[in-house]
């Protein structure tokens, strides 16, 4: 049962991680036109498996813009 609950929950947490990827770009991983061809479910996909990565990947890109931001 305690499986299901953390099945459950991490794809809650994929769903929340592309939701707020989509409203503010913060990964850098979706551009113009990614939902094009099917394009929404395999990023849908690709959020809800691969959470963990995504959050290391937004850490990155948001560093990226701050250093990018003083370096001006």
Do not use: H
Not at 13 to 31: H, Q, R
Not at 47 to 71: A, E, W
């Amino acid at each position: 049962m305690i499986e299901l609950l953390i099945a459950l929950l991490y794809i809650v947490w994929g769903i929340a991680l592309f939701k707020i990827d989509i409203d503010y770009d913060v990964s850098g991983i979706l551009y113009a036109g990614c939902f094009e061809n099917k394009g929404f479910e395999l990023f849908f996909i690709f959020y809800i498996i691969m959470s963990p990565i995504i959050v290391v990947i937004t850490i990155y890109n948001q560093f990226k813009k701050l250093f990018r931001f003083l370096c001006r």
